[in-house]
């Protein structure tokens, strides 16, 4: 029984042992707890709130199709997938024979019309002259009317001599009228008009800057400078108006949509700065930007098939809303990027003095292009040489 009482003893003490040390243990790691508790709501509300992130969030970029304006047979491609090209640098050449026979038919029609409105302006002088004429016999006419007249009853002259001379007379009013209205006639297609502004020579113009365009058009050019993506034609391919036949992506015009969650978006307003990190680079690399717009929707509510509950394909699920942050070109263009690639977005809401409807923007430089504007300059060049060597 004593060995019983004294195991029984030991064991107590040690129980009362463990019990005394767990005490403090539980008392720290509650105070941890609670401090780190503290210390997390102390973050959020100095800092956290006042920052919204994702990292459904990526690379956009512009992607613009190159297609041909004309029909034609490839003849020649001048740049290739992953390629880096210049605004205004050849990409493609079509065969120019037939759009060339074509310009040459149209120069030789307007040159034709320059020289029969010409035509038309000569005859005002000679269809007045014709007139004068007309006038001078008419006037001979009714003097010989008149002195036959006046001797008819002495018997000098038979009655029907008189009678050839109303005759005369008639046939000469009507000639005089006739050549009136040939100059009337011709006047009016001349009016308020010159030979090189003439309907005429406008028509015949107009379908030689068509020819001459499409002579041009055989060569396809980069719209805008950037990258060279999707590639599909070939030497040899017949290629029609509308058909894609490569894209071109501007490298250095870049953006990310960011997709934040509904309950994100309630401080958030145009003009807030963003920090981004890129996958590609890390945490290493870190760009900076501005927000310039959201979505004027959610996702789904642009989907195929939007989430109806009528339909029964509908369920309740916090929706995401696509916010376009722009990004510094500089930095961009020290560490480029690609369109697509995944984005971790970070916004600064602390400012909110924005409005979170964007205003209307001007005109990036990639959504406008001067490229084509030398071919009409230099249709309506070749247009007036024409009609000044057959003026």
């Given at each position: ?128 002259a014709?007139?004068?004429?007309r006038?001078?016999?008419?006037a ?65 113009a ?13 060569e ?7 990258q060279?993506a ?39 307003r ?39 509950n ?8 916090v ?13 961009v ?23 979170v409807?964007?205003?209307?923007n ?30």
């Amino acid at each position: 029984m004593n060995d019983d009482t004294a195991t029984t003893n030991a064991s107590g003490g040690a129980a009362r042992q463990r019990g005394s040390l767990r005490r403090p243990a539980l008392i720290l790691t509650a105070l941890v707890v609670l401090a780190l508790a503290i210390g997390a709501g102390l973050y959020w509300f100095l800092v956290g709130r006042n920052y919204e992130d994702t990292d459904d969030a990526y690379v956009g970029g512009r992607v613009v199709s190159v297609t041909p304006q004309t029909s034609g047979t490839v003849i020649a491609i001048g740049a290739d997938e992953t390629d880096t090209v210049a605004a205004g640098q050849l990409l493609v050449r079509l065969d120019p024979a037939d759009a060339r026979v074509e310009m040459l038919a149209r120069e030789a029609q307007l040159a034709q019309a320059v020289r029969q409105t010409r035509t038309l302006y000569a005859n005002n002088d000679v269809l007045l002259a014709n007139v004068a004429q007309r006038e001078a016999e008419l006037a001979r006419a009714t003097d010989d009317l008149q002195r036959r007249s006046a001797v008819r009853d002495t018997g000098a002259v038979s009655s029907e001599e008189v009678q050839h001379a109303e005759l005369a007379v008639t046939a000469a009013k009507a000639a005089l009228a006739s050549a009136r209205e040939q100059l009337q006639s011709n006047r009016t297609m001349t009016a308020n008009t010159s030979v090189a502004q003439h309907p005429n020579v406008l028509a015949a113009a107009a379908r030689l800057r068509e020819a001459y365009l499409a002579v041009q058009r055989c060569e396809i050019r980069a719209p805008v400078a950037g990258q060279i993506a999707r590639r599909s034609v070939q030497v040899g391919q017949r290629v029609a108006p509308g058909n894609a036949i490569m894209a071109l992506v501007p490298m250095e015009n870049l953006w990310v949509d960011a997709n934040f969650k509904e309950v994100q978006l309630q401080n958030m307003r145009i003009g807030q700065p963003a920090k981004i990190i890129a996958d590609l680079y890390g945490s290493q690399v870190e760009y900076h930007g501005h927000l310039i717009g959201l979505g004027a929707g959610t996702g789904s509510a642009f989907a195929l098939l939007p989430a109806q509950n009528a339909t029964g394909n509908w369920i309740k699920v916090v929706q995401r809303v696509p916010v376009r942050i722009a990004l510094d070109p500089k930095e961009v263009r020290e560490h480029p990027l690609r369109v697509g690639l995944s984005i971790r977005a970070t916004v600064d809401v602390r400012e909110r003095g924005g409005t979170v409807v964007s205003a209307h923007n001007e005109a990036s430089p990639d959504n406008q292009t001067d490229v084509f504007d030398g071919d009409e300059r230099e249709a309506n060049a070749r247009i007036q040489k024409i009609i000044a060597a057959n003026s």
